[in-house]
């Protein structure tokens, strides 16, 4: 059980982080070691092998996202009006769906997890929403109101997230 309540967890398998390799796209190989208990006649038999995992690689989104579309430092390149074409929009939209992001300008819980749903096809520039009271505001604009953070990058798409918690243990929730 502490294995995985402490690791990455697939299956019977949990992941560390000491022996990883980069292969590029956003992707980090992680060696792991996979366990199994079978009960046989007389005896129980005990299976410990190791074996690899692929896992998305820590940091910004924006990062993985360029690396995955092999555009590594060039913001722009996810800027609609930069000509980022429909067609990779959707290949990075599944590349990151259903992702586990934190969001740390919320300062009220700065390292809730929350899963990427979908991309915008619109900048933060030009993405409305409305606010209430019949007022509509640019993702833009509600970040620089609401937190005082002007966007690094406001022509770059959007990323939508899950407004519901995802549920996640991590060693310092043992209570």
């Known amino acids: 059980m502490e294995p995985s309540l402490r690791y990455p967890t697939n299956k019977n398998s949990f992941f560390t982080s000491q022996e990883t390799?980069?292969?590029?796209?956003?992707?980090?190989?992680?060696?792991?070691?996979?366990?199994?208990?079978?009960?046989?006649?007389?005896?129980?038999?005990?299976?410990?092998?190791?074996?690899t995992g692929a896992m998305y690689k820590s940091g910004k989104l924006i990062d993985v996202a360029l690396e995955f579309l092999d555009k590594p430092k060039r913001p722009n390149a996810l800027s609609p009006q930069h000509e980022f074409p429909e067609r990779?929009?959707?290949?990075?939209?599944?590349?990151?769906?259903?992702?586990?992001?934190?969001?740390?300008?919320?300062?009220?819980?700065?390292?809730?997890?929350?899963?990427v749903r979908q991309l915008t096809r619109e900048s933060a520039r030009n993405r409305t929403f409305d606010v209430g009271n019949g007022q509509t505001m640019t993702v833009a604009e509600y970040f620089l109101q609401k937190f005082n953070?002007?966007?690094?990058?406001?022509?770059?798409?959007?990323?939508?997230?899950?407004?519901?918690?995802?549920?996640?243990?991590?060693?310092?929730?043992?209570?």
Do not use: H, M
């Not at 959707?90 to 809730?112: A, C, E, H, M, W």
């Not at 798409?157 to 995802?166: A, F, L």
């Open 21 to 51: 390799r980069q292969i590029g796209g956003g992707i980090v190989l992680w060696r792991g070691y996979f366990q199994s208990v079978r009960p046989a006649i007389g005896r129980v038999l005990i299976n410990v092998d190791t074996t």
């Open 88 to 115: 990779e929009r959707l290949r990075l939209q599944q590349f990151i769906s259903g992702i586990k992001v934190t969001t740390p300008y919320r300062t009220d819980n700065p390292d809730r997890k929350r899963r």
């Open 149 to 175: 953070i002007p966007l690094r990058f406001p022509d770059a798409i959007c990323v939508e997230v899950c407004t519901t918690s995802v549920l996640s243990f991590s060693p310092s929730d043992k209570t």
